[in-house]
């Protein structure tokens, strides 16, 4: 997938949120202090308008959108799907008079395009994972508290805001810029880690649950595997500021 690279500093923007309209569980952390960077930079005024315009009509007559401009994230319900808004903005862009003379069938289209086949910036969620069950004594809810605290524990250097859906099964990290650099939104699939949990259990029956889930987290985040993927291209220090976060507090070292 070809990345265009957003220009400028960060826009203004009215912060604009639809809502779900479904009945879950969302564990929230505190929203950052600032965008790790302004989706809409590469969009001009007509565009900016005319791409909302289009994402208003794509939750009218397809379906529930949430739009979480501070994580630079755009949610779709069903099926449920999460998308960077940059990859959403810089198409739009690209489509040149196109897009704003029929913003609503340039949106939807690539809308569709993100929901129909994951790609970099786009991660497919899977509904009803882990359900009523259970791993090693952890519980859906249990289980997201332990993601979500060896990648993000709530005092991590960097972490700009996080927050985890358990009925999606989705991890959302936001890591705050740093001088002259962008910051960055993780975005983790959560039925895929424990996909690999449950496959390195069966290697290492006595490893202890922490240990084992800290294991596969840490793999999955220096790989870039199946099931995570970013708001923007990644740089070292975004996958480095959540290794480090990760580590127990003996282990941890300044991020490089």
């Not at 930079?41 to 379906?63: H, N």
Request: charge should be negative.
């Amino acid at each position: 997938m070809v990345w265009i690279a957003l220009a400028g500093g960060l826009a203004v923007i009215g912060v604009i949120v639809w809502s779900f309209g479904r009945d879950a569980s969302r564990a929230e952390g505190a929203p950052p202090e600032r965008p790790p960077r302004g989706w809409a930079d590469g969009l001009g005024e007509d565009a900016r308008v005319a791409f909302l315009e289009g994402l208003r009509a794509y939750q009218d007559k397809v379906g529930p959108l949430h739009l979480r401009e501070d994580h630079g994230l755009l949610a779709v319900h069903d099926p449920p799907r999460l998308v960077s808004l940059h990859l959403l903005a810089d198409r739009f862009a690209a489509c040149g008079p196109e897009g704003l003379h029929d913003p609503e069938e340039t949106v939807r289209a690539l809308v569709t395009a993100c929901v129909t086949t994951e790609q970099p910036g786009v991660l497919h969620l899977r509904p009803g994972w882990l359900g009523r069950g259970e791993v090693d004594g952890m519980d859906r809810r249990a289980f997201v508290e332990a993601v979500r605290e060896i990648v993000c524990p709530g005092v991590a250097e960097g972490v700009a805001g996080r927050f985890a859906d358990e009925s999606a099964g989705s991890l959302v990290v936001t890591l705050a810029a740093e001088g002259g650099d962008a910051g960055n939104t993780l975005l983790l699939d959560l039925a895929r880690v424990l996909d690999r949990y449950e496959k390195l259990r069966a290697e290492r029956p006595g490893m202890p649950a922490r240990a084992l889930l800290r294991d596969v987290l840490f793999r999955l985040l220096a790989e870039d595997g199946p099931g995570l993927t970013w708001t923007e291209p990644p740089a070292e220090r975004h996958r480095a500021a959540l290794l480090a976060a990760g580590q127990p507090p003996t282990e941890r070292r300044p991020a490089s």
